[in-house]
């Protein structure tokens, strides 16, 4: 019997990963300098390699070890999801040109697969399980070669070596990989992508011997889809995938130790078959996901792993309870002598430090901990681990009083805010029958067949951008900065009308972010000045901090969208964000249900939209974009969930009289799972992402019977290419052969903010030539 090669061991602690886009957003200003033209591609290299240093460096700093594997080697210049669909030669047909003789695509190749380039779409967006995080979805089909395409991965390990460091190459597990694809053009009718695993995984193999050959002791492969009961494929059938995978891959002796990280949730069932497999480490989510227990049939086999107990948030930025994170570590030894600590989920989802933020008093950054912090965390859980509990005792019960401060701090608690919620009746979550509204919609609005608009926001320019910084510095007095920003709002005003749209908004040049903006302008909020995290590719957000009761102490929108209305004799839609997103898009309070308080930043919008109507806006948009996003990864959590989400938009809504028109928008998500609850909201007009993925959204609103208005996005603004009249011909004309027309409106797939005005003027006017040449081809038969 030949005896297994003996492995290094698993650091004590450790992180899934670490933010990329740098403590400055150095990343981003480097990639968009590329794509601007302003800087040559070894720039940008010069730029990534300085990144990667300063991180490992700075990680060392924090605690973790420079030479034991515990540095995650996790970074990514745009998406971690399409690094590994280059890394593995999955390269959609219609970029075969960008792939050169031996197989391989460049970094500008790597981008135009991102963002798309002339008639050639990009990879189409979605969010990664339920973060907002969003991933660029591969395309698989009986037609992908797979291949080892790019060594990318071996030598950012070899770059960190060379300067000093044994770190921890990661990449998205062969399961997870396949169980997020989709289809390729290719492909035939119910072709599933997992079933090409047999394929892929000599690749995978590949990879991890040449990794073995640099040096690599650990490398770590992120199986999230292990916990997830949301996707296309089955649990079932990951986890027989799994299987398949971890035995094949940990057969072989000339590899790293394989450590396979199962962040977001539960592993459930999948523990037991990753238990099985010759793998040498196991994480578990333990802040999603809960401690199995001791003596569980099928677990006996852990007991010769290392489990890397994620006990610490990395998924929010508070503080936290340390002395519960250690009971969970104590309470995995019952189940293995071998137990580390690590981050529950990569810690991409936070921001870099707390130490700059100077608008955040003393007491709130007590109760915080950013990525640097989490980081510190998982050191001292780590001490404990090696020299015993005793050493860290002051630490944990440091954590406890810190938590018990926060919990009695004024402003948690407003008995107000908590008498009004308590006093709800199923009459403040209800409006008159749709068709009422709609025939009291018809008469006030007298719009066209096919109406349009845009969803919200337009292009943000340096000038609204440095008026804005001035009027924080002081250069500009309020009264200064409002007379710019009206001017804005009347330049926008008059593009629309020219353009020919017919439901106007005012462009929202006012607003740094569409969840800030409110977080700014409400009680129980606070924000960030650094506080940046990365949503997709070069795009950054600066969540809000919800820490107290929310309610609304003045009107927030109304002077705007009333000005608004004075340039224009066409309905002006006033702008929200939606109770739902506002929560999905925050760091939010971790001491009460969410549902709790959804119903809170509801009540402060429905008081809004009331000002609103008041004010004679007689449209008013609340979006909802992020609904699918925090739907729960398992199944029987979802229930409960689309009851308080769904209940909060309707309790923001429903204070209106038939006649004021409630749109929602949602975007970049799988929305067949939730189109039940996205009829329940019972909104007037739905707009909806569309663009990108083709309109494969449309068979899901047909089977469902949505009955009320529906505005499938016809131009991707996620990408900078414009699209031709033809292309948004085609898409409406799509939409109109599974919608009854009467309910179709043609608008973009989300807002405007993030592109340049020529761009959008060019898309928007050819989606108005479209939606023209659609309606009288409609009319006239």
């Given at each position: ?27 981003k ?26 991180t ?40 075969t ?24 779409l ?8 339920d ?35 044994l ?18 053009d ?14 892929l995984?000599?690749v ?14 650990w ?21 027989a ?39 040498e480490?196991?994480?578990?989510d333990?802040?999603?996901g ?14 010769s ?21 250690w ?27 707390v ?35 005793a ?29 009004r ?55 500009l ?6 007379a ?61 901090l ?22 224009t ?20 309070r971790?001491d ?27 449209v008013v948009q609340?979006?909802?974009?992020a ?92 990408s ?24 179709v ?5 989300c ?31």
């Amino acid at each position: 019997m030949t005896t297994p090669p003996r492995r290094p061991a698993f650091p004590s602690g450790t992180i899934l990963g670490y933010p990329r886009i740098g403590p400055n957003r150095e990343l981003k200003k480097a990639v968009e300098a590329f794509w601007g033209g302003r800087s040559s591609v070894e720039e940008l290299e010069q730029v990534a390699r300085g990144l990667r240093r300063q991180t490992r460096e700075r990680l060392v700093g924090l605690g973790l070890g420079r030479t034991d594997s515990s540095i995650p080697e996790s970074f990514s210049y745009y998406d971690h999801v399409l690094d590994a669909a280059v890394a593995f030669g999955a390269v959609p047909a219609r970029f075969t040109g960008l792939v050169n003789a031996q197989g391989r695509v460049d970094l500008g190749g790597y981008f135009t697969i991102a963002r798309g380039e002339g008639d050639s779409l990009p990879l189409e967006m979605t969010k990664w399980f339920d973060s907002n995080y969003h991933y660029l979805v591969p395309e698989i089909g009986p037609e992908t070669v797979f291949s080892l395409a790019s060594d990318a991965l071996v030598q950012q390990f070899s770059e960190g070596l060379q300067q000093g460091f044994l770190t921890r190459p990661v990449i998205v597990g062969p399961v997870t990989f396949l169980a997020l694809s989709k289809p390729s053009d290719e492909a035939p009718e119910g072709f599933v992508p997992l079933s090409r695993l047999d394929d892929l995984l000599p690749v995978y193999a590949e990879l991890l011997r040449r990794l073995a050959e640099a040096g690599a002791e650990w490398v770590q492969l992120d199986e999230p889809a292990l916990v997830s009961e949301s996707l296309d494929v089955s649990s079932a059938d990951t986890s027989a995938a799994a299987a398949r995978a971890y035995e094949y891959l940990g057969a072989p002796d000339a590899r790293p130790a394989i450590f396979v990280a199962a962040p977001y949730n539960s592993l459930g069932d999948a523990l037991t078959v990753l238990a099985a497999t010759p793998i040498e480490a196991i994480g578990l989510d333990l802040v999603r996901g809960t401690v199995p227990a001791a003596g569980a049939a099928g677990l006996d086999p852990l007991a010769s792993k290392t489990l890397v107990g994620g006990v610490i948030d990395g998924h929010n930025v508070w503080r936290g309870d340390l002395a519960e994170a250690w009971q969970k570590l104590e309470a995995l030894r019952a189940l293995s002598p071998s137990v580390s600590v690590s981050t529950s989920t990569s810690l991409l989802h936070l921001p870099h430090t707390v130490e700059p933020e100077q608008l955040l008093g003393d007491q709130l950054k007590s109760w915080l901990a950013f990525a640097d912090q989490k980081v510190e965390q998982v050191a001292t859980l780590a001490e404990g681990l090696e020299k015993g509990v005793a050493g860290i005792r002051s630490v944990l019960e440091a954590s406890t009083a810190a938590l018990a401060a926060r919990l009695a701090a004024p402003g948690v608690s407003d008995g107000a805010v908590r008498a009004r919620e308590a006093a709800l009746t199923a009459a403040d979550f209800a409006r008159e029958d749709y068709a009422v509204r709609a025939k009291a919609q018809e008469q006030a609005l007298n719009l066209p067949f096919l109406p349009t608009t845009t969803i919200g926001s337009f292009p943000q320019t340096g000038d609204i951008r440095r008026a804005r910084a001035q009027l924080v510095a002081g250069v500009l007095s309020d009264d200064e900065y409002q007379a710019v920003m009206r001017a804005e709002i009347a330049r926008v005003v008059e593009l629309q009308e020219e353009i020919g749209l017919d439901v106007i908004v005012h462009g929202e040049p006012e607003r740094n972010d569409m969840v800030q903006y409110f977080a700014e302008n409400l009680d129980g909020f606070a924000v960030t000045q650094n506080g940046w995290v990365q949503s997709y590719g070069t795009r950054c957000t600066r969540p809000s901090l919800l820490w107290g009761d929310v309610s609304r102490p003045k009107p927030i929108t109304v002077d705007w969208s009333v000005f608004t209305q004075t340039l224009t004799e066409k309905p002006v839609k006033g702008m929200l964000t939606g109770p739902v997103t506002i929560l999905a898009w925050s760091f939010v309070r971790d001491d009460q249900p969410l549902g709790e308080t959804a119903r809170q930043v509801a009540l402060a919008l429905r008081d809004e939209i009331t000002d609103l109507q008041s004010a004679g806006i007689t449209v008013v948009q609340v979006d909802e974009p992020a609904l699918r996003e925090l739907l729960p990864l398992k199944k029987a959590d979802q229930a409960a969930y689309l009851d308080w989400s769904v209940g909060s938009f309707r309790l923001a809504t429903s204070g209106v009289e038939a006649s004021t028109q409630i749109h929602t928008h949602l975007c970049y998500s799988e929305f067949g799972v939730v189109i039940d609850a996205i009829d329940q909201l019972d909104a007037d007009v739905t707009s909806i992402e569309a663009a990108r993925s083709r309109m494969e959204v449309v068979t899901d609103i047909k089977s469902s019977g949505f009955a009320r208005g529906i505005g499938p996005g016809v131009y991707d603004i996620h990408s900078p290419r414009v699209p031709s009249v033809g292309e948004v011909t085609e898409l409406i004309e799509t939409a109109l052969a599974s919608i009854p027309d009467r309910q179709v409106w043609v608008n973009p797939d989300c807002g405007l903010k993030t592109r340049g005005y020529d761009e959008t003027v060019a898309s928007l006017t050819n989606m108005l030539e479209a939606t023209r040449a659609v309606r009288a081809k409609v009319l006239t038969h």
